[in-house]
Structure formats: C-alpha cells, structure tokens
C-alpha cells in the first residue's frame, strides 16, 4: 500500500471566517495558524502548503489577559546601529489593530520556506465589513 501524496492540483482551498470579538489573543492566533497550515485536513504533509483562507474580522476587540496590556511590547531592529524600535501594547492597538493579530499568528507558524505564502492567505480586518463578502455568501 502507497502512502498518498497530494499533488498541487489535487489541494483543495476552503474559506474561513473567524471573528476576534471578546477571544483571547493567542488562542485566536494559534486556532488561525492551524487552518493556515491545513493541519486539521485528512491530507496534510508537512512539506507541502495544503491550508485554507482565512479572514479574521474584529481585530480591534481582541482581548489579552493579565498585565499584558500594560507590559507588552513590540520590538524591531533594522540591523543598523540605533534601529532599535520599540512600540506598547496600547499604541499598535489604537494605530494598527491587525497586526497584533499578524504578528502573533506569524509567530506560531513554522519558519520555513512555507511561512509566506501561508501568511499571504490571511486577511485581518479592524471592523466587521472586508473585501472577501462573496466568498461566503451563499
């Protein structure tokens, strides 16, 4: 008996609809980075790209626990000599709510070669209204 591998046609892409409204940042996060990765499919391989769209709506009323919303911040580098960026919790949440949403699914994803396309499949939005409506209405 072969083990089944599917090929790039073969790979079937769903659309899902998560909305963030009063949930837990990470278990959000991670709940999206499964269905990007495909994993709950009975066709998943690790070395191929067999995830699924998803839009994530709501973002700006993620919650986090604890102190978090105090204590948490966001740090780049851009590799030169004073790059370093740092930014709170409450500033990227009142500028930029969705990539609070980006930057913790981006984290639980593997990183590999895979990890960009993966993210190119996942839309988060501030509000209620997006561009894919069509994709689930039916």
Same mark, same amino acid.
């Given at each position: 008996m072969k083990t089944f591998q &599917?090929?790039?046609k073969e790979i079937k892409r769903a659309w899902h609809l998560v909305d963030a409204k009063d949930k837990v940042l990470g278990r959000v996060a991670s709940d999206v980075a499964e269905l990007l990765m495909g994993k709950g499919k009975t066709d998943f391989s690790r070395h191929l790209d067999s995830g699924d769209f998803v839009v994530v709506i709501n973002a700006e009323k993620i919650v986090i626990t604890g102190?978090?919303?105090k204590q948490k911040v966001y740090i780049t580098h851009s590799g030169y000599p004073g790059g370093f960026k740092s930014k709170k919790y409450a500033k990227v949440l009142e500028d930029h709510p969705e990539r609070i949403l980006e930057h913790a699914i981006k984290g639980m994803? &593997?990183?590999n070669k895979l990890q960009d396309p993966r993210m190119a499949r996942l839309t988060v939005v501030a509000g209620e209204t997006h561009k894919f409506a069509d994709k689930f209405t039916k």
């Open positions: &599917p090929g790039a102190n978090k919303s994803l &593997p990183d």
